[in-house]
């Protein structure tokens, strides 16, 4: 039996020599270490603060609120939290394992009793001399960076969706009182219509077109109410409140925030890297990488010092003499030389998992690049939008007081009149819309950067 292990480890050795240095899973070489950038972090919310462009006192008070309270900010710091215990736990791994006991034993044999009387301590202690506890160190490190990179992310995320259902709660405000105003001038030409009628001077038919047109605008109302109030219900959720608790904050101020901004328009490369989702990818890459050096270094021995040190005795009194003294030491080095293959499919299911956070990695990187874009081009297109339809309100406004003169004097029909009107509202309505999509488009672009971007114009 013995020369048959002696044997059988020989034939083996040099395969396990050459699995130590490159593990056969293994197709292409890996890095030895994965560096960490750190000029690439992300600056808090916090301390960014982007939303003060918008010079909007009760937008910034809502940001305040919700960093303070959100459920989801709040959840992903303990998760942070969990992930930093994590790492305290694996630096834990370089220091020995120190334990105390005490006992008492009372025993009977060929009638004859004994008692025993102990106290000492133990001691374990797994040498790092392979590095395998420096790469769980380091992978439980990327993994905390990932995670508070999350929780960066959950603090872009909230400030980002406070201030869309912010921005969306003033369109709807702003609608409301489009279409108020504009129920006020309806019912005032409805008079003016009534009037003639009445007076001989107009028909029944016209008299019904214009209260329809008067009526459909104020159809519009109780929706954009219920509208208004489901935003500020959304708006208390996000800031852990109740909505009676907001109201006052809310209804001290209704403008829309300025949608006129400066954005450059070329963005340097550095300034996407520090977007959360990008940092965490990152970080997850470089944890993914670090698992890779901990499987392989499953191929070599482990070195470990176990040692005692204690007292012993008959009685409680002379536990504690020389006589009783005893302690051991024993180094011990251990080395699996056969598994089943199960570290190689261990290294290959590492690198196979590195290869999806790689692929995420670049994935993410895309993304950011297209979610960047899309809002610089959506925004620039909206300021356009915007100013067209300034332009057609104004015209629109013009066109309606013409045709309603003409119709006084008797000399345009009603029907124009109504099309002057519906006109009006419509592009008045949609000039409010494409102040809040410009608005939106701007968080957007704030969320796609991680942030505000003034300190690179």
Same mark, same amino acid.
């Given at each position: 039996?013995?020369?048959?292990?002696?044997?059988? !480890?020989? !034939?083996?050795?040099?395969?396990?020599?050459?699995?130590?240095?490159?593990?056969?899973?293994?197709?292409?070489?890996?890095?030895?270490?994965?560096?960490?950038? =750190?000029?690439?972090?992300?600056?808090?919310?916090?301390?960014?603060?982007?939303?003060?462009?918008?010079? +909007?006192?009760?937008?910034?008070?809502?940001?305040?609120?919700?960093?303070?309270?959100?459920?989801?900010?709040?959840?992903?710091?303990?998760? /942070?939290?969990?992930?930093?215990?994590?790492?305290?736990?694996?630096?834990?791994?370089?220091?020995?394992?120190?334990?105390?006991?005490?006992?008492?034993?009372?025993?009977?044999?060929?009638?004859?009793?004994?008692? #025993?009387?102990?106290?000492?301590?133990?001691?374990?202690?797994?040498?790092?001399?392979?590095?395998?506890?420096?790469?769980?160190?380091?992978?439980?490190?990327?993994? $905390?960076?990932?995670?508070?990179?999350?929780?960066?992310?959950?603090?872009?995320?909230?400030?980002?969706?406070?201030?869309?259902?912010?921005?969306?709660?003033?369109?709807?405000?702003?609608?409301?009182?489009?279409?108020? @105003?504009?129920?006020?001038?309806?019912?005032?030409?409805?008079?003016?219509?009534?009037?003639?009628?009445?007076?001989?001077?107009?028909?029944?038919?016209?008299?019904?077109?214009?209260?329809?047109?008067?009526?459909?605008?104020?159809?519009?109302?109780?929706?954009?109410?219920?509208?208004?109030?489901?935003?500020?219900?959304?708006?208390?959720?996000?800031?852990?409140?109740?909505?009676?608790?907001?109201?006052?904050?809310? +209804?001290?101020? =209704? +403008?829309?925030?300025?949608?006129?901004?400066?954005?450059?328009?070329?963005?340097?490369?550095?300034?996407? #890297?520090?977007?959360? +989702?990008?940092?965490?990818?990152?970080?997850?890459?470089? *944890?993914?990488?670090?698992?890779?050096?901990?499987?392989?270094?499953?191929?070599?021995?482990?070195?470990?010092?176990?040692?005692?040190?204690?007292?012993?005795?008959?009685?409680?009194?002379?536990?504690?003499?020389?006589?009783?003294?005893?302690? =051991?030491?024993?180094?011990?080095?251990?080395?699996?030389?056969?598994?089943? /293959?199960?570290?190689?499919?261990?290294? *290959? *299911?590492?690198?196979?998992?590195? @290869?999806?956070?790689?692929?995420?990695?670049?994935?993410?990187? /895309?993304?950011?690049?297209?979610?960047?874009?899309?809002?610089?081009?959506?925004?620039?297109?909206?300021?356009?939008?915007?100013?067209?339809?300034?332009?057609?309100?104004?015209?629109?406004?013009?066109?309606?007081?013409?045709?309603?003169?003409?119709?006084?004097?008797?000399?345009?029909? $009603?029907?124009?009149?109504?099309?002057?009107?519906?006109?009006?509202?419509?592009?008045?309505?949609?000039?409010?819309?494409?102040?809040?999509?410009?608005?939106?488009?701007?968080?957007?672009?704030?969320?796609?950067?991680?942030?505000?971007?003034?300190?690179?114009?």
């Amino acid at each position: 039996m013995v020369r048959y292990f002696f044997t059988t !480890l020989a !034939l083996l050795l040099p395969v396990l020599s050459a699995m130590g240095k490159s593990p056969m899973a293994l197709e292409r070489p890996l890095p030895d270490s994965w560096t960490y950038t =750190s000029d690439a972090t992300q600056p808090l919310p916090s301390e960014d603060r982007w939303w003060l462009m918008f010079d +909007d006192p009760v937008l910034d008070s809502l940001i305040c609120m919700g960093e303070q309270a959100n459920f989801d900010l709040d959840m992903a710091a303990k998760r /942070m939290d969990a992930a930093a215990r994590q790492m305290t736990v694996a630096k834990s791994a370089y220091y020995p394992n120190i334990g105390i006991d005490a006992g008492y034993t009372r025993s009977h044999a060929q009638q004859v009793n004994s008692n #025993r009387w102990s106290a000492g301590a133990s001691m374990s202690w797994e040498i790092d001399i392979f590095g395998k506890i420096t790469s769980a160190v380091k992978q439980s490190r990327a993994q $905390y960076r990932a995670s508070r990179a999350e929780w960066v992310g959950a603090m872009v995320s909230m400030a980002g969706e406070i201030a869309s259902t912010y921005v969306q709660l003033r369109v709807w405000e702003a609608e409301l009182a489009v279409a108020q @105003e504009h129920a006020v001038a309806q019912d005032s030409i409805s008079n003016i219509v009534l009037n003639r009628y009445e007076c001989g001077l107009g028909a029944k038919p016209q008299v019904d077109q214009s209260m329809a047109i008067l009526h459909s605008t104020r159809a519009t109302i109780p929706a954009l109410r219920t509208s208004i109030v489901t935003a500020k219900s959304s708006l208390a959720l996000l800031v852990a409140r109740y909505p009676e608790e907001i109201n006052a904050l809310l +209804d001290s101020h =209704s +403008d829309l925030p300025d949608y006129r901004q400066i954005v450059a328009t070329g963005m340097p490369g550095e300034l996407l #890297r520090r977007r959360p +989702d990008i940092i965490a990818a990152e970080q997850n890459l470089a *944890a993914a990488a670090a698992a890779v050096g901990i499987a392989k270094k499953d191929f070599l021995p482990t070195l470990s010092i176990n040692g005692s040190i204690g007292f012993a005795g008959p009685k409680l009194n002379d536990t504690f003499n020389k006589s009783g003294f005893s302690y =051991s030491i024993a180094p011990t080095l251990s080395w699996t030389i056969f598994d089943g /293959m199960a570290r190689n499919a261990k290294v *290959a *299911a590492a690198r196979d998992e590195m @290869e999806v956070q790689m692929a995420n990695y670049n994935y993410t990187v /895309m993304n950011a690049y297209n979610e960047v874009n899309n809002a610089v081009n959506s925004y620039i297109n909206n300021v356009k939008t915007i100013n067209e339809y300034d332009q057609a309100v104004d015209n629109a406004r013009e066109f309606l007081n013409l045709e309603l003169d003409l119709y006084r004097q008797g000399l345009a029909p $009603y029907s124009d009149v109504a099309t002057a009107e519906q006109n009006f509202l419509n592009y008045a309505n949609s000039a409010v819309v494409a102040r809040g999509n410009a608005l939106s488009s701007l968080i957007t672009l704030y969320k796609a950067l991680g942030g505000g971007f003034s300190e690179y114009k």
